[in-house]
């Protein structure tokens, strides 16, 4: 049994919709598709990446400007200027953009330019940031830790709504396991606990969850089928040449025509996808 307090479903219909803006939202009957780089490398890209993903249809963009790298040797992102770039096309193309914080002194430049703040699965336990989140104004997607058990995600979120942020979004993005065939294993069993548990909405990475751009589509469509409120995936106008993450890239093409095959998952299911 876990110890939710305020992320705990009171009744099995009770759900949270949280507003990623004013036209696009999480929770709902319409599932929130999510796209863009790992990084954001450039004015350039992530114009490419706004044009053809706008219509796709996705309801947000996705792009780090902060990055956790494994290597400290590894691009760490542009940070500032990274964060001008989301912010000019949010604007040029009216669609909200999610992009990861690292560390309580980014919150206040991040939430300047971000619709979305995402804290990574390498800051899922750290609990000064997830508290000082709570008072950041703007919705927070919240990655499962990288061998956080159930409990300590759902606690993870209790953390920032404890401390006066109820719009968290939870995203299992895979867990580390013997196998690494797969770059993570993605925990759908997880997906399906979480949405009877809590009322807060739970989206899924397959990217970061299977590391390999061929293994995307079919594990996308199991978490829609498995009840996920949405998806975010990893995409770049070239991918092999991505500065990071570049096996798990999608090419536009392949995300536009992924969102598309989706669609009757998403009916079967219920759900449906928004076009903005
Ligand atoms: C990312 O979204 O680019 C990322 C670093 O993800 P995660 O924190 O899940 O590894
Ligand atoms: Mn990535």
Do not use: W
């Not at 114009?47 to 956790?68: D, F, H, N």
């Not at 953390?159 to 925990?187: A, K, M, Q, W």
């Not at 751009?213 to 975010?232: F, H, T, W």
């Amino acid at each position: 049994m876990i110890n939710a307090k305020l992320t705990a479903k009171s009744h099995p219909h009770h759900q949270t919709i949280v507003n990623i803006s004013n036209k696009v939202a999480c929770g709902g009957t319409e599932l929130i598709i999510i796209g863009g780089p790992c990084t954001v490398e450039s004015t350039e890209q992530m114009e490419i990446v706004a044009q053809k993903l706008s219509a796709a249809p996705i309801q947000a963009l996705r792009g780090g400007a902060y990055k956790p790298r494994t290597s400290p040797y590894a691009f760490q992102g542009m940070g500032e200027e990274g964060l001008e770039i989301l912010a000019g096309v949010r604007s040029r193309y009216s669609i909200p953009v999610v992009t990861e914080v690292m560390s309580i002194s980014q919150i206040e430049l991040v939430a300047a330019h971000a619709d979305m703040l995402q804290v990574g699965s390498r800051n899922m336990q750290n609990y000064d940031l997830l508290k000082a989140l709570g008072q950041a104004g703007k919705p927070i997607l919240l990655k499962r830790g990288l061998a956080a058990t159930i409990e300590e995600f759902v606690m993870a979120a209790e953390y920032i709504l404890s401390h006066g942020n109820p719009d968290v979004v939870l995203c299992e993005r895979g867990i580390r396991s013997f196998d690494n065939y797969t770059r993570n294993v993605l925990d759908l069993g997880a997906v399906a606990a979480l949405k009877q548990i809590i009322h807060l909405p739970v989206i899924v990475d397959p990217s970061h969850a299977v590391g390999k751009r061929e293994l995307i589509a079919p594990v996308a469509k199991a978490a829609i089928a498995c009840g996920a409120d949405g998806l975010i995936i990893e995409c770049h106008p070239e991918p092999e040449k991505s500065v990071s993450d570049a096996r798990q890239a999608l090419s536009l093409e392949d995300m536009v025509d992924l969102v598309h095959s989706l669609k009757p998952v998403a009916v079967a299911v219920g759900r449906s996808i928004y076009e903005l």
